[in-house]
């Protein structure tokens, strides 16, 4: 089986960088990926890594450490619309997609 | 372009009815999957489907049924609708397995109450 850990909650300044962890364990792993999900609305796909190292995709980054079954999503120069859940989800041999439990970001001003 | 269309938006079941959440995709995908979402849980697995005419369990299965006639359409069936079943459900597609580079494309959810 597989789990994820990721913050429930986190607060950032309007304008600041924030980051959000996700641990994993999973029997065989291909890769991790973030969704955002606004209040009310449908998840949608922000990134995805397979391999060590860092993605940058606009404002929006992702780590991973396959090594330490670890990896982040790094929002810059952080916007009131940045406000919403954020979900690390996993692949593994066994099971298609889970995900974590989500954190919410609340962006202040 | 559509995307993928879930209907309907809402519900109000009373317990023991049945019902079928529908769930169509547009998009040519192989891949459907619905999930249900409550409060503090994110997003769990109930069934999947990795093409027409092929299904499996996800995590929470137990109450659903779901069948895969066509490559568009993925419905899930309420056998016996209970209040623990209360919750806003997601159907979701992607090209293949979602490996985590195949994006997932969801849809706008129902919110299914039961009373």
């Known amino acids: 089986g597989q789990s994820l850990e990721q913050p429930s909650e986190v607060t950032a300044v309007e304008g600041a960088i924030v980051q959000i962890n996700c641990t994993y364990q999973?029997?065989?792993?291909?890769?991790l990926s973030w969704y955002q999900q606004h209040d009310g609305g449908a998840p949608t796909f922000l990134s995805y890594n397979a391999l060590d190292g860092l993605e940058e995709t606009g404002r929006f980054s992702s780590f991973l450490s396959r090594s330490d079954s670890y990896g982040y999503l790094l929002l810059q120069e952080l916007q009131m619309k940045d406000s919403a859940s954020y979900f690390c989800a996993v692949r593994d041999y066994d099971t298609p997609l889970v995900f974590g439990k989500g954190t919410r970001l609340s962006v202040i001003a | 372009n559509a995307g993928v269309t879930q209907t309907p938006k809402f519900q109000v079941l009373k317990t023991g009815q049945s019902m079928t959440l529908q769930c169509a995709q547009d998009m040519n995908h192989e891949y459907m999957s619905w999930y249900r979402q409550d409060p503090g849980m994110g997003l769990r697995l109930i069934h999947y489907?990795?093409?027409?005419?092929?299904?499996d369990q996800g995590e929470v299965p137990n109450g659903y049924n779901v069948s895969r006639s066509t490559t568009e359409d993925f419905p899930l069936r309420l056998l016996s609708a209970a209040p623990s079943q209360t919750s806003v459900y997601f159907c979701?597609?992607?090209?293949?397995?979602?490996?985590?580079?195949?994006?997932?494309?969801f849809g706008d959810g129902t919110r299914l109450s039961i009373l």
């Open positions: 999973t029997s065989g792993f291909y890769g």
């Open positions: 489907s990795v093409g027409a005419g092929i299904t």
């Open positions: 979701a597609s992607s090209y293949s397995i979602p490996g985590a580079s195949q994006p997932q494309h």
